[in-house]
């Protein structure tokens, strides 16, 4: 007889496969595409406000401030919109009771923290070759910002997964929802321009609290604005990783069936 702990982790290891497996042969060059991501970020961002920001950062790369940004925002939202659609995606393997619904959108939200480490490795890799002072001063601090921004993309997945088989319009809207923030991210700019009446109103945002906290532990001489906490994201993940989990439990039997 096995423990349900070992039940557990076994449904884990073969989810985690066939989800690794299908996500690097979703089509040609799928592994291409993870790595250039957010590259083409990069570029693009760098190509439009670069001169810009050249003036706005002075005294810190623009470039790393860029990527600090892009890579914080990208690993949350891939976490958590990968993380709504595992359900959708792994229906037919409802039929084994070891499986539930939970599993897979924890599957994939790990699958897409091991993605998101391979292909920051890449990009920081490559900015070193280029000459760039890539090493954080802080890497735990950046550690932190980076797990807590994973975690409260994990929150969001396991809410959005069970709101959008509930009610399936509010998976468009979940969708709709990380293209305004990622320009209110603080991405392509550092939240000191924003007048201070609004500044408030922005920090309601968990990501720039997770995004400046990154730099901060990358540019010692970086100052980010009053009011910017990891207390809060991580609350803010907590809360959400609590809201989903009690939801897939109150609704596991509606998830399996519908």
Request: charged share 10%.
């Amino acid at each position: 007889m096995r423990s349900s702990s070992l039940i557990a982790w076994t449904v884990w290891k073969a989810l985690f496969l066939r989800e690794a497996v299908a996500r690097l042969s979703a089509g040609r060059a799928a592994w291409l595409w993870l790595l250039l991501e957010p590259v083409v970020h990069l570029v693009f961002i760098i190509v439009l406000f670069g001169f810009v920001l050249q003036r706005v950062v002075s005294g810190i790369d623009y470039s790393l401030f860029i990527a600090t940004g892009i890579l914080g925002f990208i690993l949350a939202r891939n976490t958590a919109t990968r993380s709504k659609e595992a359900i959708n995606a792994n229906d037919t393997l409802f039929t084994y009771r070891q499986v539930f619904p939970v599993d897979t959108v924890l599957v994939r939200a790990a699958l897409e923290g091991l993605l998101f480490l391979i292909s920051a490795l890449c990009l920081v890799t490559g900015l070193g070759l280029l000459g760039y002072e890539v090493f954080p001063h802080d890497f735990l601090r950046v550690l932190l910002a980076f797990a807590a921004l994973w975690m409260a993309g994990i929150g969001l997945g396991l809410t959005f997964s069970v709101a959008s088989q509930l009610i399936p319009e509010s998976g468009k809207v979940s969708g709709m929802l990380f293209g305004p923030l990622y320009f209110l991210s603080g991405i392509m700019y550092p939240p000191s321009t924003i007048p201070p009446a609004y500044q408030s109103w922005f920090l309601l945002n968990p990501f720039v609290h997770g995004i400046e906290t990154v730099r901060t532990g990358f540019f010692p001489q970086y100052h980010t604005i009053p009011g910017v906490s990891m207390g809060y994201l991580l609350a803010f993940a907590m809360v959400t990783i609590c809201l989903g989990l009690a939801l897939h439990v109150r609704f596991a039997t509606r998830l399996v069936t519908k």
